[in-house]
């Protein structure tokens, strides 16, 4: 079996890392072997402290395409939970791992991403306490992809719904 690289993208609060769980339950319960990266706990863990300017995400997402390429044979499946905002490092990430790449658009309404706000970052972003919060009042804009990937709107599907939709793109 080919590993295949399951990329989750989109703004902040979308649902990526809830998705990214959830998939990994399915996988871990079929007895798949899988690495789940998550985009925060990566950056922390390779001392991105400094603020999220566009040079340090790019680094950061360099980073993660790297650490997939030196570990990815290990494993049936590589979760990836990342905001990636910049078209660049996704087509990086799609032209190294070729049609083991696979990118999911998660995405849902502003007023959804400010309701769930688990890190309070939208709020922050409001009272201007932050400035860099891609996506929203800030110069870093989350740029989307042209090629084909899987889109999954959590306004509208569950997320049963969201791990169906991705299992049957995974597994055509």
Known sequence: MTTKIIWFTGLSGSGKT????????????????FLVIDGDKFRKKNNF???????NILKNNYKIIKFIKSTFKKY????VSVISPF?????????????MYYEIYVYCKLSTLKKRDTKGLYKKADKKIITN????????K??????K????????????ESIKK??????N
Do not use: H, M, P, Q
């Open 87 to 99: 078209l660049k490092t996704r087509l990086f990430a799609k032209k190294i791992f070729k049609n």
């Open 49 to 55: 402290k400094d603020k999220l300017s566009k040079n």
């Open 166 to 171: 991705i299992l049957k793109k995974i597994n």
């Open 142 to 147: 989350y740029e989307k992809s042209k090629y």
């Open 18 to 33: 809830t998705l990214s769980n959830k998939l990994s339950y399915y996988l871990k319960k079929n007895k798949k072997k």
């Open 149 to 160: 990937k899987l889109l999954v709107n959590t306004d509208a599907l569950s997320k049963t």
């Open 133 to 140: 919060l891609i996506g929203y009042k800030s110069d870093l």
């Open 76 to 79: 049936d499946f590589v979760i």
